[in-house]
């Protein structure tokens, strides 16, 4: 196996599950799967995160608004991998309840990866809603 279908096989499994955790409120897979490395930040549709502690409390403001995930649809367009560094554009398709109140909608997110002590590890993303 290629070092990109090792990188795709993880894309498919370990992080659409934890993106799927994180939209029925547990942001415990997301958190694992992310860098404890500096630097790492996120630009979300919502709020922004510089640093793993803004990163954190991201997440944790996020897995206390998201339940009831009913669907997540993960359409990658592009993906590469260069030695320790990768990188994802997808459109994220997503239902879930925000705040109690039903909700569908589409996320461009693109990532960024490097590869840590042989795990790959999101040290960047950037999420905006996608308008009709």
């Known amino acids: ?40 930040s996120l630009f979300g549709a919502w709020r922004n995160a ?11 403001f996020l897995e206390e608004s998201f339940s009831h995930c009913t669907s997540y649809a993960f359409d990658l367009l592009a993906a590469d991998v260069v030695g320790d560094m990768a990188h994802t554009v997808a459109l994220e398709h997503v239902t879930v309840s925000v705040d109690g109140r039903p909700r569908s909608y589409t996320l461009r997110a693109t990532q960024v990866y490097r590869r840590e002590d042989g795990q790959w590890r999101v040290v960047h993303r950037h999420g905006d809603t996608v308008t009709p």
């Open 50 to 60: 510089t640093g793993r502690q803004e990163v954190d409390d991201l997440f944790t």
């Open 1 to 40: 196996m290629t070092d990109h279908d090792d990188f795709l096989r993880w894309v498919g499994t370990d992080l659409r599950a934890a993106e799927v955790a994180l939209h029925n409120g547990d942001a415990g897979p997301r958190r694992a799967l992310w860098s404890r490395r500096e630097p790492v």
